[in-house]
């Protein structure tokens, strides 16, 4: 069998997808109760088991996969694995959109901890030096806001991309902007990054959930 298309059509194809993948995180994110203190790993095995579940009763036209490594990083990053990932059915291993899910205003002893440096340094930094969707044009950041005080997540992550928006490859100041492809729904936002291994702009999509 002779499949037809080229890298920037799989690549538009992604793209294009990105509303719905959207879309389904967002609906099954309502069918998850974690705790205030819940661990990345276990809440995010649960939510793929949900999406898949999801995807399954949509119909779909992707795979839906967790802690996928990428075998050809871009060149000097070291490979890692990627916390959900969904492929197209596509001859190429590389094209695909990652959902990469960190925890932030996290409640333990009574204290709150933001995590948003963590959410920069070790989520978003991950696409913007290649190690993750070295070839896509399209990424994902997903917060879990176990406090369920979504509004301070996302002055706390802005605050720290601002800090350090020329490592992001941003222009300055660093904004957060607005979600083209939710424009209604303050939890979503967007971020542009020019990449040194890439000439191509790349936009990461942020999902910012309550955890209560």
């Not at 191509?200 to 209560?212: E, K, L």
């Amino acid at each position: 069998m002779t499949l037809i298309g080229t890298p920037v059509q799989w690549a538009n194809l992604i793209e294009s997808l990105v509303p719905e993948i959207m879309d389904l995180v967002i609906s099954t994110w309502k069918e998850m109760s974690p705790p205030p203190d819940a661990y990345e790993d276990p809440t995010t095995e649960e939510l793929c088991r949900c999406l898949r579940q999801n995807r399954h009763n949509s119909k779909l036209p992707f795979r839906i996969d967790i802690q996928m490594v990428e075998l050809d990083p871009a060149v000097g990053q070291d490979q890692g694995r990627m916390d959900i990932v969904f492929s197209p059915m596509l001859p190429r291993e590389d094209i695909y959109f990652c959902l990469e899910c960190k925890r932030l205003n996290v409640i333990n002893n009574g204290h709150v901890r933001s995590y948003a440096t963590e959410y920069v340094t070790h989520g978003m930094m991950r696409f913007v030096s290649g190690k993750y969707s070295a070839v896509g044009r399209n990424g994902g950041m997903l917060g879990y806001v176990l406090d369920g005080n979504i509004t301070q997540a996302i002055e706390n992550v802005s605050r720290i991309i601002q800090n350090r928006h020329l490592d992001l490859g941003m222009q300055p100041p660093g904004h957060i902007n607005t979600s083209t492809v939710r424009p209604g729904d303050s939890r979503v936002r967007e971020t542009q990054h020019k990449r040194r291994h890439n000439s191509d702009p790349f936009q990461i999509h942020h999902i910012f959930v309550s955890g209560t």
